[in-house]
Antibody
Framework: QVQLVQSGAEVKKPGASVKVSCKAS????????MHWVRQAPGQGLEWMGI????????SYAQKLQGRVTMTRDTSTSTVYMELSSLRSEDTAVYYC?????????????????WGQGTLVTVSS | EIVLTQSPATLSLSPGERATLSCGAS???????LAWYQQKPGLAPRLLIY???SRATGIPDRFSGSGSGTDFTLTISRLEPEDFAVYYC?????????FGQGTKLEIK
């Protein structure tokens, strides 16, 4: 079955960087875009950016530009999200989510499935 | 950026009742690329509806979506105990792929 498995929880100090991984299985890794979404404690969902696992191209949310980097390793079917210059407001659960699609033109069908989430805590 | 506004923020209903959740967009959502997700505490969101009105695989038919342009609705025809959760709408037609702030559906 299609599955996304993320790396474990992280605790970081302000100013540090964190790198979260998301390993895909059960489908052709390079055929579907991957997104990252985060959720601060008790808050809603915030879209962070997208990566095309085929060519590696990316697009990021404007507020995170310059601090976020998304990469992929096609040999292991894994995408990574690195966030630098961490601040307390970056404390959140970080999710990867596949953009499902159908047909030869890959008509988008929403985000499905999602990884289980990775809690990143930024604290001094 | 398309801003999505969900209403109400909290909806208190009893099992067996009908739930109607709204999602308004600040500008037209292209090609009705509007999705609804359900999220329970401690879990990742789950896709319910895509294309404004298409049910995702395995979603019961008591869930239905409707709307186009700037006004969208998620309806749960008869609430089951497992339906009490937070629901988010999302537009995925143009970047950034924004979410609404969520509607909490709670047991009355």
């Amino acid at each position: 079955q299609v599955q996304l498995v993320q790396s474990g929880a992280e605790v970081k100090k302000p100013g540090a960087s964190v790198k979260v991984s998301c390993k895909a299985s059960g489908y052709t890794f390079t055929s579907y875009y991957m997104h990252w979404v985060r959720q601060a404690p008790g808050q809603g969902l915030e879209w962070m950016g997208i990566i095309n696992p085929s060519g590696g191209s990316t697009s990021y949310a404007q507020k995170l530009q310059g601090r976020v980097t998304m990469t992929r390793d096609t040999s292991t079917s894994t995408v990574y999200m690195e966030l630098s210059s961490l601040r307390s407001e970056d404390t959140a659960v970080y999710y990867c989510a596949r953009e499902d699609c159908s047909g030869g033109s890959c008509y988008p069908l929403g985000f499905d499935p999602w990884g289980q989430g990775t809690l990143v805590t930024v604290s001094s | 950026e398309i801003v999505l506004t969900q209403s109400p923020a909290t909806l208190s209903l009893s099992p067996g009742e009908r739930a109607t959740l709204s999602c308004g967009a600040s500008q037209s959502v292209s090609s009705s690329y509007l999705a609804w997700y359900q999220q329970k505490p401690g879990l990742a969101p789950r896709l319910l509806i895509y294309d404004a009105s298409s049910r995702a695989t395995g979603i019961p038919d008591r869930f239905s979506g409707s709307g186009s342009g700037t006004d969208f609705t998620l309806t749960i025809s008869r609430l089951e105990p497992e339906d009490f959760a937070v629901y988010y709408c999302q537009q995925y037609g143009s970047s950034p792929y924004t979410f609404g702030q969520g509607t909490k559906l709670e047991i009355k």
